[in-house]
């Protein structure tokens, strides 16, 4: 049985833990459908969404939408074997702590990428324990370029330090196998490009 859009939608929603770790909150996961409405805990301060095209746009951060710089479309392409839509910078899930692109596939099949950037962090330990908190255990993997890589979910979700950088890479689609194979090369070409 594949993955449903609930469930991905719960691990997108999963994929801003990385600043969960970091903050001390305590505050539980966002349900699925505010993940699924990207209104979970939004903070929209300095966010200007005047953009004629409907398409939120960052006006606080200035220069941070280069996270959608770090994988392109064709890479995901020659991953995967799936077509994506160009990477879109995510106003609602990105602040002065932590950038966020996304990418969706162009077809008929669901699948979404990710890439989280926590800017000067350097610590993988907090970001690691919340992804085993909320999403269970988490097992190392290497990432060329990358230290105190790891991956949970199924290989969907990979957290690494990259120098004073978190980096969290999020492979999600319909496929139930294990895809920490395909989300490593992923984050290793967002590694290379950070």
């Given at each position: 049985m594949?993955?449903?859009?609930?469930?991905?939608?719960?691990?997108?929603?999963?994929?801003a833990?990385?600043?969960?770790?970091?903050?001390g909150?305590g505050?539980?996961?966002?349900i699925?459908?505010?993940?699924?409405?990207?209104?979970?805990?939004?903070?929209?301060?300095?966010?200007?969404?005047?953009?004629?095209?409907?398409?939120a746009?960052?006006?606080?951060?200035?220069?941070?939408a280069?996270v959608?710089a770090?994988?392109?479309?064709?890479?995901?392409?020659e991953?995967t074997g799936?077509a994506?839509?160009?990477?879109i910078?995510?106003?609602e899930?990105?602040?002065?702590?932590q950038?966020?692109?996304?990418?969706?596939?162009?077809?008929?099949?669901?699948?979404?990428?990710?890439?989280l950037?926590?800017?000067?962090?350097?610590?993988?330990?907090?970001?690691?324990?919340s992804?085993?908190?909320?999403?269970?255990?988490?097992?190392?993997?290497?990432?060329?370029?990358a230290?105190?890589?790891?991956?949970?979910?199924?290989?969907?979700?990979?957290g690494?330090?990259v120098?004073?950088d978190?980096?969290?890479?999020?492979?999600?689609?319909?496929?139930?196998?294990?895809?920490?194979?395909?989300?490593?090369?992923?984050?290793?070409?967002?590694?290379a490009?950070?």
């Open positions: 594949g993955r449903t859009t609930a469930t991905v939608a719960l691990v997108v929603g999963a994929c833990l990385g600043l969960a770790g970091c903050t909150d505050d539980a996961p966002p699925v459908d505010e993940v699924a409405s990207g209104t979970e805990g939004a903070d929209t301060t300095g966010v200007s969404t005047d953009d004629p095209s409907g398409e746009t960052d006006a606080a951060t200035g220069g941070d280069e959608c770090l994988v392109d479309a064709a890479d995901l392409e991953i799936l994506f839509d160009e990477g910078f995510d106003a899930l990105s602040s002065d702590l950038h966020v692109c996304n990418w969706t596939h162009t077809g008929d099949t669901l699948a979404i990428v990710q890439v950037v926590l800017p000067g962090v350097g610590d993988a330990v907090s970001q690691r324990d992804a085993e908190e909320w999403l269970g255990e988490t097992a190392d993997v290497d990432v060329a370029g230290t105190d890589a790891y991956s949970v979910a199924a290989g969907s979700i990979v690494m330090r120098g004073d978190f980096l969290q890479v999020s492979y999600m689609s319909a496929d139930p196998s294990d895809v920490t194979a395909t989300t490593v090369a992923i984050a290793e070409v967002a590694v490009n950070l």
